[in-house]
Antibody, heavy 118, light 108 residues
Framework: EVQLVESGGGLVKPGGSLRLSCSASGFTFSAYGMTWVRQAPGKGLEWVSFISSSSRSISYADSLKGRFTISRDDARKSLYLQMDSLRAEDTAIYYC???????????WGQGTLVTVSS | SYELTQPPSVSVSPGQTARITCSGNALPNQYAYWYQQKPGQAPVMVMYKDNQRPSGIPERFSGSSSGTIVTLIVSGVQAEDEADYYCQSADSSGSIGVFGGGTKLTVL
């Protein structure tokens, strides 16, 4: 079964850091690009970051202003999102999604909740 | 930054046809994708590359594209289709993704 499972969310104080993980199974992880998408409470989906297969290409939403870093470990079939200098407005459910130029975000994880609050 | 524009809401009676539009300047050159999201659930793709339906998605879902506007069409709407729908594409460079603001489809 093709599956993505996020972890690492939780409560963090403003200015703090958090590292999210996304574990993949059921497909050849190294062959796919991966994307992070977030959704603030009661709001719409927001594209966060993309990393290509082999990590050759990386991109971020302009709004993140260099605070987030995406990475991957193909041997561990895992995707990561390092989030620094967190703000209240980063509070959201963070989803990872498999990214393919042929069929977009066909596979999603269940999401992990990040709450930034003092 | 690049934006995709969707109507906030669309309402139809059961059995009617719902049309949800998404507009963006780069859509003539970038594919659009559509996702359905029900409360408390992760999004599910219902259309890719403008008008391709993933396996398992009912045939009543279709897509069209014309210039800077793409449209998700739900024919013979059923109560189970009530959800939020998001279009998604990329900017003109193809390197930055973007979602529309979402459309709440209400089945009256």
């Amino acid at each position: 079964e093709v599956q993505l499972v996020e972890s690492g969310g939780g409560l963090v104080k403003p200015g703090g850091s958090l590292r999210l993980s996304c574990s993949a199974s059921g497909f050849t992880f190294s062959a796919y690009g991966m994307t992070w998408v977030r959704q603030a409470p009661g709001k719409g989906l927001e594209w966060v970051s993309f990393i290509s297969s082999s990590s050759r290409s990386i991109s971020y939403a302009d709004s993140l202003k260099g605070r987030f870093t995406i990475s991957r470990d193909d041997a561990r079939k895992s995707l990561y999102l390092q989030m620094d200098s967190l703000r209240a407005e980063d509070t959201a459910i963070y989803y990872c999604a498999r990214d393919s130029p042929t069929d977009g975000y066909k596979v999603w994880g269940q999401g992990t909740l990040v709450t930034v609050s003092s | 930054s690049y934006e995709l524009t969707q109507p906030p809401s669309v309402s139809v009676s059961p059995g009617q046809t719902a049309r949800i539009t998404c507009s963006g300047n780069a859509l003539p050159n970038q594919y659009a994708y559509w996702y359905q999201q029900k409360p408390g659930q992760a999004p599910v793709m219902v259309m890719y590359k403008d008008n391709q339906r993933p396996s398992g998605i009912p045939e009543r879902f279709s897509g069209s594209s014309s210039g800077t506007i793409v449209t998700l069409i739900v024919s013979g709407v059923q109560a189970e289709d009530e959800a939020d729908y998001y279009c998604q594409s990329a900017d003109s460079s193809g390197s930055i993704g973007v979602f529309g603001g979402g459309t709440k489809l209400t089945v009256l």
